[in-house]
């Protein structure tokens, strides 16, 4: 929607909590529009910026096209050669590098990216070059669809741990604080009820327990959360039995963690609709936005492709070809976006940020002073001072080549499935229940060698090769594994819990389904359905001999648990 089109965010100050509408202005916050008037400063707390342990800080940063936007030749090579790649990047010396320079005095029109700012207590709202950049590309990327939308620098998505500490009486839970602790404290109420999609990111459960905030599952289908199952939820609210209507929403919406599924544009539009209808706010959580790899093809149909960086790289292409997010659909401001820089850059920049309403925005200002504070002032500095040297087409163009690395970890990974199990093709309801929204989704069912074609044997597993993100979820077939019972303490362990303790005891750990499932009770205790469990196994952060050795162990353990 074009900027003159656009009106401004509607009234959505009921939504906020009424702990939030306590918060004041820092006290010391308000003093701060006097430090540009040059005064002598006798204020504040602020140490001598002439004592700081540093006189510069500088960093050789890749270049924005370090990674070729085709396979590099260590993936498609055999596992000896898996670090030719590595010394082709970083052997030839300096040119193949990025030098960025912090200095410690300001310099005029530098952005703040100096160490007089940068390790000195910041503003809330990030710095002036952070603004810049995230502002660019929210308008060219996100594209909301009401005008005076705003956003605010935060420390990151992990910061997600204090989710629902809504309540200052309660103690923090966790020893993290930040954008969902905001959130929450911002819209959230004891006693109220957070949608949740069927499978949710664990920690924003965790400390729901012992705090009063309850949470219901919305079923979803391979597109995500399903509207009718949203809408069903709503319209059937029973307020003296359920108590206040939910008016919050939590969806990871971009490889969705743990199920890897993608909410395309349609289906969250239709979400959006009844979110209007019902009043709700979305609170669109999508650190792995910038991570959509595309669909996998199978070893045999792939293309040979050269191990060479290419050129390229076209931005509008590359903007053209992402889902768009909730925002572009935001006409009221019932929105509230959470990114991160963790995927795309570095999780320890501790450096995110959030875009919202303004109403929304102030109040997430103030809770962060007296939090959080302010955003990492050297993560910021660095991270943007190497943007400022790629550019904004520079930075697309370092996306583009994370998305190509990515994709290709992804594809070695089910590859490495593919030659331990016979793979073929299977119904959408084999991973994500009885109700798929396409019925062309490629779901693969994984057999033991050489028995897909007989009669009557069951699939091992079945999974969806992921077109986002950084995970796929597994659904195990137990057959008739019996329950057993723990010797420790006694407790019933499934044969979920069961095969999760046999691969760790076989040298790998995986996310067991259970720790995703908000209903985990209801789970435990569905009979025949104890034969199927979960899990989520991540291609990212191994190294391609450890996830092809992993595979293998992976292969062999199941294989020996359900007894085939």
């Known amino acids: 929607m074009s900027p003159e089109k656009r009106s401004k965010a509607i009234d959505l100050s009921h939504h906020i909590s009424?702990?939030?509408?306590?918060?004041?202005?820092?006290?010391?916050?308000?003093?701060?529009?006097?430090?540009?008037?040059?005064?002598?400063?006798?204020?504040?707390?602020?140490?001598?910026?002439?004592?700081?342990?540093?006189?510069?800080?500088?960093?050789?940063?890749l270049p924005a096209d370090a990674f070729p936007l085709t396979a590099p030749r260590a993936i498609l090579a055999p596992p000896s050669s898996q670090l030719g790649w590595f010394w082709r990047l970083f052997g030839a010396g300096k040119d193949n590098t990025t030098h960025v320079e912090i200095p410690h005095k300001p310099r005029r029109g530098d952005g703040e990216l100096n160490l007089t700012d940068a390790l000195q207590y910041g503003p809330a709202m990030g710095f002036e070059r952070t603004q810049e950049f995230i502002r660019e590309l929210t308008e060219r990327i996100y594209s909301p669809a009401y005008d005076d939308w705003t956003y605010i620098v935060d420390t990151g998505t992990t910061d997600g741990c204090g989710l629902f500490c809504a309540c200052a009486r309660f103690p923090r839970l966790t020893k993290h604080g930040g954008r969902?602790?905001?959130?929450?404290?911002?819209?959230?109420?004891?006693?109220?009820?957070?949608?949740?999609?069927?499978?949710?990111?664990?920690?924003?459960?965790?400390?729901?327990?012992?705090?009063?905030?309850r949470w219901k599952a919305v079923p979803m289908d391979n597109q995500g959360m399903r509207p009718d199952a949203l809408r069903a939820i709503l319209a059937g609210w029973d307020v003296e039995a359920d108590g206040p209507r939910p008016r919050v929403i939590y969806t990871v919406p971009v490889g969705q963690n743990p199920t890897g599924i993608t909410t395309g544009g349609g289906r969250k539009k239709a979400i959006y609709d009844i979110c209007v209808e019902y009043d709700l706010i979305i609170a669109e959580d999508d650190p792995y936005f910038f991570l959509q790899i595309g669909e996998y093809v199978p070893k045999s149909q792939r293309k040979a492709e050269a191990g060479e960086p290419t050129e390229g790289g076209d931005v509008a292409s590359f903007v053209a070809s992402l889902v768009p997010?909730?925002?572009?659909?935001?006409?009221?401001?019932?929105?509230?976006?959470?990114?991160?820089?963790?995927?795309?850059?570095?999780?320890?920049?501790?450096?995110?940020?959030?875009?919202?309403?303004?109403?929304?925005?102030?109040?997430l200002e103030r809770i962060g002073e007296v939090s959080t504070h302010c955003p990492c002032g050297l993560g910021q500095a660095l991270l943007m001072g190497l943007i400022t040297q790629w550019?904004?087409?520079g930075y697309v163009r370092w996306l583009q080549g994370l998305c190509a690395q990515y994709r290709h970890r992804r594809d070695f990974f089910v590859d490495c499935l593919a030659e331990e199990f016979d793979l073929l093709p299977a119904p959408a309801s084999a991973v994500h229940g009885a109700r798929a929204a396409d019925d062309h989704a490629v779901v693969l069912s994984a057999y033991p060698r050489g028995s897909a074609l007989k009669e009557k044997t069951r699939p091992l597993m079945s999974f969806v090769p992921p077109s986002s993100g950084m995970y796929i979820w597994v659904q195990l077939h137990f057959g008739d594994?019996?329950?057993?019972?723990?010797?420790?303490?006694?407790?019933?362990?499934?044969?979920?819990?069961?095969?999760?303790?046999?691969?760790?005891?076989?040298?790998?750990?995986?996310?067991?389904?259970?720790?995703?499932?908000?209903?985990?009770?209801?789970?435990?205790?569905?009979?025949?359905?104890?034969?199927?469990?979960?899990?989520?196994l991540s291609y990212t952060p191994a190294d391609m001999e450890q996830t092809r050795q992993g595979v293998k162990i992976f292969a062999q353990t199941i294989r020996e648990f359900c007894r085939v």
Request: include cysteine; charge should be neutral; hydrophobic fraction near 40%.
């Open 481 to 536: 594994v019996p329950d057993e019972k723990d010797e420790k303490d006694g407790s019933v362990l499934t044969p979920e819990r069961q095969f999760f303790n046999c691969l760790a005891e076989a040298g790998v750990l995986v996310a067991p389904g259970w720790i995703f499932s908000p209903m985990e009770k209801q789970v435990l205790s569905m009979g025949a359905d104890r034969q199927i469990g979960h899990v989520r």
């Open 391 to 393: 550019t904004f087409h």
């Open 325 to 363: 997010t909730y925002l572009k659909f935001d006409t009221q401001g019932r929105v509230i976006r959470m990114d991160t820089f963790s995927k795309v850059a570095a999780p320890g920049l501790r450096l995110g940020w959030i875009t919202c309403n303004p109403v929304f925005a102030e109040r």
């Open 180 to 213: 969902w602790d905001s959130i929450a404290k911002m819209l959230l109420n004891p006693g109220d009820t957070l949608l949740v999609e069927g499978w949710t990111y664990p920690t924003a459960l965790a400390s729901a327990r012992p705090i009063g905030v």
């Open 18 to 61: 009424d702990f939030a509408r306590r918060y004041a202005p820092s006290p010391f916050r308000s003093l701060d529009k006097y430090w540009d008037n040059g005064l002598i400063p006798f204020s504040s707390g602020y140490p001598s910026t002439d004592y700081f342990p540093f006189a510069s800080v500088s960093a050789n940063g």
